[in-house]
């Protein structure tokens, strides 16, 4: 049962050069105790109770075939059907929302290896990533490799770092133009996917670095299933609705869905990590720079539960409403989230660890809201 962790071994994170080696200095985090090890015996004794598997269960499979033919559904509707203005409309507003369940439920566990125990079956889901537009080889090293590792660390995750544009973390630069962001990120968020669609992947697969930390650039059968991904994106996206309807409409409609989708993956990823209960602690020392706490217990203060009682927001977002337990147990498919929850809440009281959850949507979209407020001035309290 040790397949369903993820952490860093001994405390502390190093890669090889195979695997991706950073040339920014790696931080390492306090040495596993009573807290990590208990947490982990208590979810085996789940498992070993229940006699669930913690991925290749019979209802992430049907989960994944109701929103691939809601996905293909909305597609034919929108480019074949001759719909009314307002019928295309919805479609549009149908293919976005799908799309982004794709990528919460499918792609999503796929790219974590907890989509099935078949390897085959985990590439094959994340690579629905790479169908609806993003590269799964770059957000592998984005997302499970510094994300995931380095949660709300300042210079090393690289889903808090949105440039110029905006603050979402207390150690980022201020610039004059931050005393709105409260008011003007919500608009910018809605081009998450513009950047990854068309700059970051095809940056970042050449240059081979994200931000300060280096990785592989993609050769052989990864440089092939990266190129495969845009060109089937593309001809889905632009060519084949450009031999229906006039390419401007194409592309009116293409921005529509896509600023749809990245309102919502923004919005969702926000409301897990830059709110005013999450912690951003800064390394401390000489490289290799230190994390004063355990992997576990870090993950779990930088990270925010929310409506876990909303079963339909919680079956729609891929169960990243419980993003504690999704970043303690990334290998674990998302249809276990919220009976590990109790597991982890409960040994958290134990232990005296901080576990967060906002009640519902408002409150986190709320928090969120607060946080960045309070970092649209210089000096935040």
Known sequence: MSQVMASPSGGSVTRTKKSGASKSPRVRFEPTKGFQHELKSRVEEYFAATGKTPRGSTAIYRKAI??????????????????????????????????????????????????????????????????????????????????????????????????????????????????????????????????????????????????????????????????????????????????????????????????????????????????EEAEFPIPEGTPPERIRNEWMIHQIETTVDFARNNKLLGWYIGGLNFQIEHHLFPRVSHVHYPALSRIVEETCAKYGVTYTAHPTLFHSLRSHYRWLRTLSHPTPA
């Open 66 to 275: 109701v929103i691939l033919a809601w996905l293909a559904g909305s597609y034919a509707a929108l480019v074949f059907l001759p719909l009314p203005l307002w019928g295309s409309i919805a479609a549009a507003l149908s293919l976005g929302l799908a799309t982004a369940a794709v990528g919460f439920n499918i792609q999503h566990d796929g790219g974590h290896r907890a989509f099935s125990d078949n390897t085959l079956l985990n590439k094959a889901s994340a690579f629905t990533l790479d169908i609806v537009g993003a590269s799964s080889y770059i957000w592998n090293h984005k997302h499970n490799v510094l994300h995931h590792t380095y949660a709300n660390i300042e210079g090393h995750d690289d889903d808090i770092d949105l440039g110029v544009l905006g603050r979402l973390s207390p150690h980022q630069k201020y610039l004059w133009f931050h005393r709105f962001q409260h008011v003007y990120l919500w608009f910018f968020y809605g081009f998450l996917t513009f950047k990854w669609f068309f700059v970051t992947d095809f940056v970042r697969a050449m240059s081979g670095k994200i931000n300060t930390h280096s990785f592989p650039r993609p050769k052989g059968m990864d440089l092939f299933l990266f190129v495969l991904g845009k060109v089937i994106f593309f001809s889905l996206a632009f060519v084949i609705p450009a031999l229906i309807y006039p390419l401007p409409i194409v592309i009116a409609f293409f921005m529509g869905i896509q600023f749809v989708q990245s309102v919502i993956i923004s919005v969702v990823f926000q409301m897990a990590h830059t709110v």
